[in-house]
């Protein structure tokens, strides 16, 4: 089932007690949930998540805000679910959503099992927390998107790890012009903590770990393959 543009709610009451639309818990069967290009998540989700039976396989949710609960609410999605994608902001490199509630503590072993790919994007992270992620046993793709701060100790910190599942890791750098220049092509919009060198560090770890690197840092590390035909920031 999926939502579209700009869509804020679900046809629900907050406490789900709308005889017409009232869905009880672990009732429906579904497998793939999408919310594309909404203005903002609201807390009636919640219900969705509880009423989905296990054998749930996908969630995705892109939008600008949501609701301070959604992090805590994400305990209800059943641990079947083994793709996870969910990006707050656009893909403009300053952030323009609103306040994201901390997924610091939501993707762990015990609530997520069974995920094989998550792909987040947004300020949901600390990006203390990014090596917590390769615990996820099943994990083999991780993709960490525009506006979630990176470091680059982190980042090391998650390719060291003994046993890693993940297998693909795509990191996204934001890009814009350099305002001191006329016509100038886009150039990386670096973190505080994750820059050119630290670029290159991780891309080396990836290389020891056996982990494939894709996503915009391939650009901005010129690691990219300029014969493809990507739009590449390169010049």
Same mark, same amino acid.
């Given at each position: 089932?999926?939502?579209?543009?700009?869509?804020?709610?679900?046809?629900?009451? !907050?406490?789900?007690?709308?005889?017409?639309?009232? !869905?009880?818990?672990?009732?429906?069967?579904?497998?793939?949930?999408?919310?594309?290009?909404?203005s903002?998540?609201?807390?009636?989700? &919640?219900?969705?998540?509880?009423?989905? &039976?296990?054998?749930?396989?996908?969630?995705?949710?892109?939008?600008?805000?949501?609701?301070?609960?959604?992090?805590?609410?994400?305990?209800?999605?059943?641990?079947?679910?083994?793709i996870?994608?969910?990006?707050?902001?656009?893909?403009?490199?300053?952030?323009?959503?609103?306040?994201?509630?901390?997924?610091?503590?939501?993707?762990?072993?015990?609530?997520?099992?069974?995920?094989?790919?998550?792909?987040?994007?947004?300020?949901?992270?600390?990006?203390?927390?990014?090596?917590?992620?390769?615990?996820?046993?099943?994990?083999?793709?991780?993709? !960490?998107?525009?506006?979630?701060? !990176?470091?680059?100790?982190a980042?090391?910190?998650?390719?060291? &790890?003994?046993?890693?599942?993940?297998?693909?890791?795509?990191?996204?750098?934001?890009?814009?012009?350099d305002?001191?220049?006329?016509?100038?092509?886009?150039?990386?919009?670096?973190?505080?903590?994750?820059?050119?060198?630290?670029?290159?560090?991780?891309?080396?770890?990836?290389?020891?770990?056996?982990?494939?690197?894709?996503?915009?840092?391939?650009?901005?590390?010129? &690691?990219?393959?300029?014969?493809?035909?990507?739009?590449?920031?390169?010049?």
């Amino acid at each position: 089932v999926g939502f579209g543009r700009n869509y804020t709610g679900m046809p629900l009451s !907050l406490d789900n007690t709308l005889p017409r639309y009232r !869905l009880e818990p672990r009732s429906w069967t579904l497998t793939t949930v999408t919310f594309d290009e909404m203005s903002e998540v609201g807390p009636s989700i &919640k219900h969705l998540f509880a009423s989905l &039976k296990p054998g749930f396989k996908r969630l995705r949710i892109e939008a600008l805000r949501c609701y301070d609960g959604l992090a805590r609410d994400m305990a209800l999605v059943p641990s079947t679910v083994e793709i996870v994608d969910i990006n707050f902001g656009s893909r403009c490199w300053i952030y323009d959503g609103g306040p994201i509630p901390s997924f610091d503590n939501v993707f762990t072993p015990a609530r997520f099992p069974h995920l094989k790919h998550l792909h987040i994007g947004g300020p949901l992270l600390d990006a203390t927390h990014i090596p917590s992620l390769g615990d996820l046993p099943t994990l083999k793709c991780l993709a !960490l998107g525009f506006h979630l701060p !990176l470091s680059g100790a982190a980042l090391l910190s998650l390719l060291e &790890k003994g046993s890693l599942p993940i297998k693909h890791l795509a990191l996204q750098i934001c890009a814009g012009p350099d305002p001191t220049r006329r016509k100038a092509r886009p150039r990386p919009r670096w973190h505080a903590e994750f820059g050119a060198a630290d670029a290159r560090t991780v891309w080396r770890a990836a290389e020891r770990a056996g982990v494939e690197i894709d996503g915009s840092i391939t650009c901005a590390i010129k &690691k990219c393959d300029l014969a493809d035909g990507h739009a590449c920031w390169r010049e």
